[in-house]
């Protein structure tokens, strides 16, 4: 009897593991040869603080960005400091940059943008190419994209060759460069960092001396900027970037320049994203932010600062 | 006397056996989709990454959908779709297990109409959902198609207010599904 028990055991058992609940494990294991997804979102917007980052526009969609500095916040070498901040509302009284810009997506790859920033008068034109896309299985562990931004100053002539001999005007003399290699990696859901090798190119400066080292001005200028994210909720996050100027001309200079830092905060509502930040920094467009940051965070010269972004899908 | 029975239970299992189908989506032949009309925007977005088991014997039928194979006709909303509403690297998965509630002969072609209940996981949250639909059968083969609605509010998907005019309540869901038998490994 027992043995015929086993017997119908031995029968039944292989159906009862067939009438487990979950069927779908049952081609679960199933080999996929679907490509390597890409990694999405690995910051919100084309901007962190002072920095791009590798999010470029969308196919067919039109960003339009404000992008606007205050005031220095405090100026400690100021005899008056306190009363002078006061007199400016904490610099909310002063525009130090204004920046409009329009970046529109060719493919989900390649931005064009163009813009008009207030600082030195610079009417900008800019592309970005993401030409490495991060996947999550990491065969690709990085994104990667290149950037350009040519800068075009329509000062008058007076200003753009003040305090120097004046050279014979030429219109090449307007014009400044950066170009930027932005290396990215999303490494979970809420941590990004990116590093940024840059390098800028002025046509024409004026002769300057640091007379700490005796090194001049250069026209071209290396940089190393690193900028991340950390995502607090789906909808909130702190960002930050910092530059290192490779120049000895700004090193120790008498005169003041320093490497700008940005913090700030971002919030995203849907189509817009909206930051809130603090940068020494003076000006926004790249080639004008690294080479003429001469105010610094220990002294209380920082500036309070919004990013507004705004997507259209034409 | 118990031989013969013994006999007879194993001739019926083994029957079973031959009959006890389970089938599964044939790839690239079944698509969930949905669709959210309101004031300000149309979304549409098709997902053809969907896996499907039905087990003839106990009508049970399973989806498992993966959230990020939703392609949306606008790359800016495939994001925020992900990023902002359904959270697909925290709730990578939507599972539906069901049962459906008629008897149906699987052995004979034709068009039934269907009631499927069962159970939703979507965004972390699991609900009891019932949905009517078609099942027919065709050769080897079974077409599944249903059409539900989901309440977006039932699954904590919040939609913020400012977009309360862009992303309806009430989202139209679309199943459809070929499935052919296979042999479990």
């Not at chain 1, 409009?100 to 493919?107: Q, W």
């Not at chain 1, 940005?262 to 995203?268: A, D, F, L, P, Q």
């Not at chain 2, 979304?43 to 949306?72: S, W, Y």
């Not at chain 2, 072609?109 to 099942?135: C, N, P, Q, R």
Request: aromatic letters at 12%; one cysteine or more.
């Amino acid at each position: 009897m027992i043995r015929r028990l086993l017997y119908y055991l031995a029968i039944f058992l292989p159906f009862s593991v067939l009438a487990q609940d979950d069927l779908l494990t049952l081609v679960k294991e199933e080999p996929k040869n679907d490509p390597p997804r890409s990694v999405y979102a690995t910051f919100k917007t084309t901007k962190i603080v002072n920095s791009q980052t590798i999010e470029t526009v969308k196919k067919r969609n039109l960003d339009f960005r404000v992008t606007h500095r205050f005031g220095n916040l405090y100026n400690s070498t100021s005899a008056n400091a306190l009363n002078e901040a006061a007199h400016n509302a904490f610099g909310l009284d002063n525009a130090t940059d204004i920046r409009l810009s329009f970046d529109y997506g060719i493919t989900d790859k390649l931005t064009i943008g163009i813009g008009r920033s207030k600082y030195r008068e610079m009417n900008d034109a800019s592309v970005k190419w993401r030409f490495l896309t991060q996947r999550e299985n990491n065969t690709i562990p990085v994104s990667v994209c290149i950037y350009g931004n040519m800068g075009y100053t329509s000062m008058s002539t007076n200003n753009l060759y003040a305090g120097t001999v004046r050279p014979k005007t030429n219109e090449a003399h307007r014009i400044q460069y950066a170009s930027q290699l932005l290396i990215a990696r999303k490494f979970n859901s809420w941590f990004s960092l990116q590093i940024m090798p840059t390098y800028i190119h002025r046509n024409f400066i004026k002769q300057q001396l640091n007379t700490n080292n005796g090194k001049e001005d250069m026209n071209d200028l290396f940089s190393l900027g690193i900028g991340g994210r950390i995502k607090l909720s789906k909808r909130f996050a702190v960002v930050a970037d910092y530059f290192y100027n490779f120049s000895q001309f700004q090193h120790n200079n008498p005169s003041g320049y320093y490497n700008p830092l940005g913090v700030g905060i971002e919030i995203e509502t849907g189509g817009h994203v909206f930051h809130i930040n603090y940068t020494n920094g003076a000006a926004i467009l790249e080639s004008s932010l690294l080479t003429s940051t001469q105010d610094s965070w220990t002294k209380g010269q920082i500036k309070l600062g919004f990013n507004i972004s705004r997507w259209f899908t034409l | 006397m118990i031989r013969l029975m013994t006999t007879v239970l194993c001739a019926i299992i083994f029957m079973m056996s031959a009959q006890a189908q389970f089938y599964k989506g044939k790839a690239d032949a079944s698509s969930i989709s949905f669709f959210s009309k309101s004031p300000l925007e149309d979304i549409d977005a098709v997902n053809k990454k969907v896996t499907v088991v039905l087990r003839t014997t106990t009508n049970d039928i399973q989806f498992a959908v993966p959230m990020i194979g939703f392609k949306f006709q606008k790359s800016l909303m495939e994001e925020h779709f992900n990023e902002n509403y359904v959270e697909s690297s925290k709730f990578p998965t939507s599972t539906f297990k069901g049962k459906i509630t008629e008897t149906i002969d699987y052995s004979k072609d034709g068009e039934y109409k269907v009631t499927v209940k069962g159970t939703l996981e979507l965004h972390g949250v699991t609900k009891d959902i019932e949905a009517s639909g078609t099942l027919t059968i065709k050769g080897a083969e079974i077409m599944v198609s249903s059409a539900f609605k989901i309440k977006v509010a039932d699954y904590n998907i919040k939609v913020p207010s400012l977009y309360v005019q862009n992303i309806a309540e009430i989202v139209d869901v679309k199943v459809n599904a070929t499935l052919e038998p296979f042999a479990k490994k």
